[in-house]
Every structure is written in structure tokens, then in C-alpha cells.
């Protein structure tokens, strides 16, 4: 018997802001809101107000997590924040975050850049810190305000992204065997070029001409200070590379899906999950899409499936899920959690 990390709970913060598939149809002009919804799996996500930024979410959604009596902030060692939605180039938003949530000064602080894996990365490090015992009670926030880089005029994107935040509470239980892990991870940074915002770091600085929106072949309209999406290569990217990391997080269990209550992919979108479902012939009963209410929220989404699926009685204490990440990078990761 030794001290193994655990998700001890989940809280996740929505902004008041929404963005319906009426609306989206309404200004469109194209597509009727059930046929955004058959595509995306998407009836409205939420939007952060122009104000409103990822640490905003970040803290309200660690309030709550506090709020429920779960965990007190005090007793937080170490905070890391999984974002790409920084307040500043610097210094580090989960210094910030620290500030504001009131955590003591003896608490480290890190911030993960990172999108869609960001959860699984996070966790990585979470587990890490609490049973090589650097810290006891880890804070893992995954945030992000990705409408803030969607052009309006962007048909693809504006569909499917909602801003959100979740907060994990990692902390050490005795047990006898894992309740985080294992985990596969990996990258592939020639995927850059699929999911990139282009200009507005230090390779590209903002220009005049960076500002200028441009139309794409489908209709979308774009600069290359707003996010773009390869769907075509990022769902190929998918299809291609998350079934192999499910074979070998599976061998590395000594499980099969047979052992697995519920398998938690990343929330990207309807048709990809779907398409990737068939592919990892798993059944419908033990693969969780819910992203009716919010959308891709990127590092977020694994967190509020989570909470989600909790909510709703299909995970119980005990159960193990199998949760993947993947997107932005290329990066990708998966793990294996059991339910305290």
C-alpha cells in the first residue's frame, strides 16, 4: 500500500455569453441550426465577454470548486494551468491565478501551453508532482477563450469552438494499485501548419497586413490573426493516430476495453468522434460525446465530460474511464483514471 495520485473532484465554469445554432444559421444563411447540430453535436456554446479572459474562467471555475467543500484553498501546494489563452506574453498566468484565488505563497505555479491534450498532459504532471511527493493537493485548471481568434465570417471554426474552464483536484489517496495511469503520450510538430493562428508571436509579429481578412474556397472569411483549421488533416491526423494509442495504452494496462466503463475522447466534434468511435469499435453504451451544451472547449473538454458523465450516474466510485486527448500540435495523450 502506497500513496498514488487521484481526481479527488471536478468543477467546471461556463461564460454567460451564448452563441446558438439559430443565430449561426440566421447570420449564415446556409445551413438550418438542426444541421449544425447533426455535424457538430453542438447547440450552443458559450462565449466569453470581449473583457473575459481564460484566467477569469479559471478562477471562477476553482472558486467553485472550493465552494463545494471539497477542498479548501489553503490547502492547494501546487497550481498548474493548462492554457493558450495567456493575459500577458508575461509573466506566467497561473502566478496570477495564484494571486487571485488567494493560494499560498509556498505554492508553485506553472502554465502548460497546450490545446486539445492539454488535460492528459496536465494530469501527467499532476500525478508526478504528488507521488514523487513535491506537493499533496495539486490544482489542475485547464482554460481557454479560443472564440477570441475566430473571425466572425469563419463558417468552419465558429461552429464548432465555445470558451470554458474546468478545475481538477489531484491529491494522494493509499492504494494499492494506480488510480492515474498509465499514460501514452506523444507529438508531431508537422502538424503545425493545421491548427495555427499564424501571426502574432515573435516568428510572425502583427502587421497591418496580417489584420486584412481574406476569403478561403469554402466561404469562410479569415486573417492570419485568427485561428485557422485544417478539418480535412486534422480528422485524418485523428483517424490515423488515436487508435494505435488506445492499442498501446490498453497493452501497457494489461486491460481491454471489456475492463473500461466509459472511453472519454477529447470533444472536438460530432462526426470526427463518431468516425473515430467506429474505427476503435467501441460501443455507442461506453463512448461519451456531450458537448450539446458547450462545445469544443479544447483543454477543457476531457474535465467537463468528467463532471458531466458523474452527474448523470455513468461513472460511479470504482468505475475506470479511459480518457484521450489530441488536437493542436500535433500533440495527443491518453490515460487510464479510476473513480474515488
Not at 447540430?37 to 476553482?62: I, M, N, P, Q, Y
Not at 485568427?226 to 490515423?240: D, K, Q, S
Not at 458537448?291 to 463532471?307: D, F, R
Request: with cysteine; glycine share 10%; hydrophobic share 40%.
Amino acid at each position: 500500500m502506497g500513496i498514488k495520485a487521484a481526481i479527488k473532484a471536478v468543477t467546471s465554469f461556463l461564460p454567460a455569453g451564448e452563441l446558438t445554432n439559430d443565430q449561426l444559421a440566421e447570420e449564415f444563411g446556409t445551413w438550418h441550426g438542426n444541421q449544425i447540430f447533426e455535424k457538430t453535436g453542438v447547440t450552443v456554446r458559450h462565449v466569453s465577454a470581449r473583457d473575459e479572459c481564460a484566467s477569469d474562467l479559471a478562477v471562477a471555475a476553482a472558486n467553485k470548486l472550493f465552494e463545494s467543500g471539497v477542498c479548501a484553498s489553503e490547502e492547494i501546494d501546487f497550481l498548474v494551468l493548462v492554457t493558450q489563452m495567456p493575459d500577458y506574453f508575461m509573466p506566467t498566468t497561473a502566478c496570477l491565478v495564484q494571486n487571485r484565488l488567494g493560494l499560498r505563497t509556498t505554492c508553485g505555479a506553472i502554465d502548460i501551453n497546450l490545446g486539445c491534450s492539454g488535460f492528459i498532459y496536465g494530469l501527467a504532471v499532476a500525478k508526478s508532482l504528488v507521488e514523487a511527493a513535491v506537493a499533496s493537493t495539486v490544482l489542475l485548471i485547464t482554460s481557454d477563450t479560443y472564440t477570441k481568434w475566430i473571425n466572425p465570417k469563419d463558417r468552419s471554426t465558429r461552429t464548432l469552438f465555445g470558451d470554458g474552464a474546468a478545475a481538477t483536484l489531484v491529491s494522494g489517496v493509499e492504494s494499492e494499485s494506480d488510480l492515474i495511469g498509465p499514460f501514452v503520450l506523444g507529438s508531431d510538430g508537422r502538424g503545425v501548419k493545421d491548427i495555427v493562428v499564424p501571426a502574432g508571436g515573435f516568428r510572425r509579429p502583427v502587421t497591418p497586413e496580417t489584420s486584412i481578412p481574406r476569403e478561403d474556397e469554402t466561404g469562410s472569411w479569415r486573417s492570419e490573426e485568427n485561428l485557422f483549421m485544417n478539418g480535412g488533416e486534422v480528422l485524418a491526423f485523428t483517424i490515423r493516430t488515436v487508435p494505435p494509442v488506445i492499442d498501446e495504452l490498453l497493452r501497457k494496462s494489461g486491460l481491454t476495453l471489456d475492463d473500461v466503463e466509459l472511453v472519454i475522447p477529447h470533444q472536438a466534434n460530432k462526426f470526427m468522434l463518431e468516425r473515430l468511435r467506429a474505427k476503435l469499435k467501441v460501443p455507442s453504451e461506453k463512448y461519451w460525446i456531450d458537448m450539446k451544451e458547450s462545445g469544443n472547449t479544447v483543454s477543457a473538454t476531457i474535465p467537463i465530460a468528467i463532471e458531466s458523465a458523474r452527474n448523470q450516474g455513468r461513472l460511479k466510485s470504482g468505475d475506470r474511464a479511459l480518457v484521450a486527448g489530441f488536437g493542436v500540435g500535433y500533440s495527443w495523450g491518453a490515460a487510464m483514471i479510476r473513480i474515488v
